[in-house]
């Protein structure tokens, strides 16, 4: 799609008119008039507005004309699994689980590529095609040709070296050691629970990154951990994940 229709679609989706719209980015309703006629495109800084208020990327908004690939782990982008710089914008280089909230989640490419091979196994492509691939790719990508400059001295790695030796330390029962936690966000937290009468509350946002793990048992008994700077809490469930059982929610 040209810049224009994005922007004309976009504007229509979210209900605005065109002069709600300039009164949002602090333009005149002609100049919105003229972008979606095609004889403009917005400035940088407003596309960087209309980035924010849509959520979505300017890439999109500029009719996607790049493929977007996570500069860290390699894979696709689209805007729903973007990461987020501190003050909330999306960053178009990095996927949510490499790079949260201004943070980069990953400085042992080693542990990433573990993280990364069971989503790409299957179909005639081996877990050992997979990390050679892996091992092969990830160093041309920049957040590891920069990763002195990138990288955080080791405080991220510190952090969840530290919540994993005090989930380990809470001795809960029938759980097996957490060896390693990993950026999980949205969907990828899907824990709600039952409530009276059939309802279901979900206990976390969307919105948020969160470290955690899943461990199976050889009973086929699952516990789900997850953890940030503020709580630590482990739940357990069957196959499928329904109706996970909470354990324990602990204030840090």
Do not use: H
């Amino acid at each position: 799609m040209d810049t224009r229709d994005v922007l004309l679609e976009l504007r229509t989706k979210n209900g605005l008119s065109q002069d709600e719209l300039a009164g949002k980015l602090f333009v005149t309703r002609q100049a919105v008039s003229r972008w979606e006629n095609g004889e403009t495109v917005p400035s940088v800084e407003t596309l960087k507005l209309l980035s924010g208020l849509y959520n979505v990327s300017i890439n999109t908004l500029l009719g996607a004309p790049r493929q977007l690939f996570c500069q860290c782990c390699g894979m696709p982008l689209d805007d729903a699994i973007l990461g987020r710089n501190r003050d909330g914008s999306l960053n178009e280089d990095y996927c949510q689980w490499c790079y949260a909230d201004g943070t980069y989640t990953y400085s042992d490419m080693d542990e990433l590529i573990e993280v990364c091979i069971p989503n790409m196994t299957g179909e005639g492509f081996t877990a050992e095609q997979a990390r050679a691939y892996l091992k092969e790719e990830l160093p041309k990508l920049d957040y590891w040709k920069r990763f002195d400059e990138l990288g955080d001295g080791g405080q991220f790695e510190a952090l969840k070296k530290t919540l994993i030796d005090e989930i380990n330390a809470l001795g809960i029962e029938g759980m097996p050691k957490l060896d390693a936690l990993n950026a999980l966000v949205g969907s990828y937290v899907n824990l709600e629970y039952p409530l009276p009468g059939g309802q279901r509350a979900k206990f976390l946002n969307d919105g948020t990154t969160y470290l955690g793990n899943q461990l199976e048992t050889e009973a086929g008994r699952c516990f789900g951990v997850l953890a940030n700077m503020d709580f630590i809490l482990v739940c357990t469930y069957g196959e499928g994940g329904a109706d996970p059982e909470l354990i324990l929610y602990k204030k840090r």
